[in-house]
T-cell receptor, first 110, second 114 residues
Framework: DQQVKQNSPSLSVQEGRISILNCDYT??????FLWYKKYPAEGPTFLISISSIKDKNEDGRFTVFLNKSAKHLSLHIVPSQPGDSAVYFCAASAGSRLTFGEGTQLTVNP | NAGVMQNPRHLVRRRGQEARLRCSPM?????VYWYRQLPEEGLKFMVY????????ESGMPKERFSAEFPKEGPSILRIQQVVRGDSAAYFC????????????FGPGTRLTVL
């Protein structure tokens, strides 16, 4: 049972444009959500998070939106840069363990 | 300030041998988590430990796998009698006691079982 799903395995955008990565979840007990970025042969790097009591959190070029009724969250990156090319994982927490999606490979073309 | 440290970065074992993976949390962090990433999959939770205590091991396979986080020294994930299906990237994460929601990951140990 995949409780956190990222339905797009890959996304390609032009430099300077907006990247939108999506994530859906099924467990209504999740109360904290995170996005991680991962380069090959490295560990995930924390990007941004949001509590279930909020619907938006912004940090520089990164904004996370949470729609609790739809059990959906998204990560917006604007403007996108070639260095943003990586695999992006969303994760959800209901306690201390994180449940991860399968990841979306983002490619930002110069 | 060093982040989460894991060693070795790469480990090769033959079937039936033991694998020991080490993790030193970030300075000031007392909570350690282990995750496994199989090829083409996301990370899967294995175990959550505090110093000298296993808090949640619901993601650990019932046999051959064990974890500890002693009072002194790194956390150890131990896999006995490894099989080819154990080949994966094993990631350790840590968090401070005051904020267990956000976990910071190490670079991982890539285990290859021949």
């Amino acid at each position: 049972d995949q409780q956190v799903k990222q339905n797009s395995p890959s996304l390609s955008v032009q430099e300077g444009r907006i990247s939108i990565l999506n994530c859906d979840y099924t467990n209504s007990m999740f109360d904290y959500f995170l996005w991680y970025k991962k380069y090959p042969a490295e560990g995930p790097t924390f990007l941004i998070s949001i509590s279930s009591i909020k619907d938006k959190n912004e940090d520089g070029r990164f904004t996370v939106f949470l729609n609790k009724s739809a059990k959906h969250l998204s990560l917006h990156i604007v403007p996108s840069q070639p260095g943003d090319s990586a695999v992006y994982f969303c994760a959800a927490s209901a306690g201390s363990r994180l449940t991860f999606g399968e990841g979306t490979q983002l490619t930002v073309n110069p | 300030n060093a982040g989460v440290m894991q060693n070795p970065r790469h480990l090769v074992r033959r079937r039936g041998q033991e694998a020991r993976l080490r993790c030193s949390p970030m300075k000031g962090h007392s909570h350690v988590y282990w995750y496994r990433q199989l090829p083409e999959e996301g990370l899967k939770f294995m175990v959550y430990l505090q110093k000298e205590n296993i808090i949640d091991e619901s993601g650990m396979p019932k046999e051959r796998f064990s974890a500890e986080f002693p009072k002194e020294g790194p956390s150890i994930l131990r896999i006995q009698q490894v099989v080819r299906g154990d080949s994966a990237a094993y990631f350790c994460a840590s968090s401070p006691a005051t904020s267990t929601d956000t976990q910071y990951f190490g670079p991982g140990t890539r285990l290859t079982v021949l």
